[in-house]
């Protein structure tokens, strides 16, 4: 059965300072996603990831992926408060047509 | 483009009663699936229906019902409801099961 373990499961950082969530996963997957949520809201989609080496970026935060490694990271370039919410990594498979959530990282940026 | 709505936003029920959550999905997407996310955890796939059919189940018991309507349009269906069904509930729409999933703003359930 496809797992996905995020972490840290808990972030606190100082606005300023660079820190990477880390998304692995147990088996081969088509595609890897990140959302942001913020408390008591939906699922904000930040990145698809689809292939080997893949690399996006969006302002502070930049996603990646390491298919042979099963890893997926999520860097934070000079964190600023509006970052403050929790993170998950996704992953699905053509033959399961789910997506599966890791346990999520919740990041709380303080001054 | 209409995105993902679903209601009602908020939603409190007592034990062993049903329920009935709504989704319409995103403009020209045939596919819903529905999440169950608990406090402080990951959201956990309950189903999906594609063109009106279920495709695909987690690990939830059968009181959790489903129906598409030939709009796409889908209820999410509960039964017998047990303190630990309080919970977000939320949906997500795509095309053709393979694309991207598009969330709604959820649905949050309460059972006392």
């Known amino acids: 059965e496809l797992k996905v373990e995020q972490n840290p499961l808990f972030l606190s950082m100082q606005e300023g300072k660079n820190y990477t969530i880390y998304c692995n996963y147990s088996?081969?997957?088509?595609?890897l996603y990140w959302y942001r949520q913020d408390p008591g809201k939906s699922l904000e989609s930040l990145f698809v990831?689809?292939?080997?080496?893949a690399v996006k970026q969006e302002g502070r935060l930049m996603a990646s992926l390491d298919t042979k490694a099963r890893l997926s990271t999520l860097h934070i370039t000079a964190a600023v408060h509006d970052l403050s919410a929790t993170y998950f990594c996704?992953?699905?498979?053509?033959?399961?047509?789910?997506?599966?959530f890791g346990t999520g990282t919740r990041l709380q940026v303080f001054p | 483009e209409t995105g993902v709505t679903q209601s009602p936003t908020h939603l409190i029920k007592t034990r062993g009663q049903q329920v009935t959550l709504r989704c319409s999905s995103q403009?020209?997407?045939?596919?819903v699936s529905w999440y169950q996310q608990a406090l402080g955890q990951g959201p956990q796939f309950i189903f999906q229906?594609?063109?009106?059919?279920?495709?695909g189940r987690g690990n939830f018991p059968p009181r959790f019902s489903g129906l598409q309507f030939p709009n796409y349009s889908s209820e999410l269906n509960v039964n017998a409801l047990e303190l630990d069904d309080s919970a977000l509930y939320l949906c997500?729409?795509?095309?053709?099961?393979?694309?991207?999933?598009?969330f709604g703003p959820g649905t949050r359930l309460t059972v006392t």
């Open positions: 229906y594609y063109r009106e059919e279920e495709n």
């Open positions: 997500a729409s795509s095309l053709n099961r393979i694309y991207e999933q598009y």
């Open positions: 403009s020209g997407h045939n596919t």
């Open positions: 088996t081969t997957s088509d595609r």
């Open positions: 990831l689809l292939s080997n080496g």
């Open positions: 996704a992953v699905d498979t053509s033959d399961t047509d789910k997506l599966i």
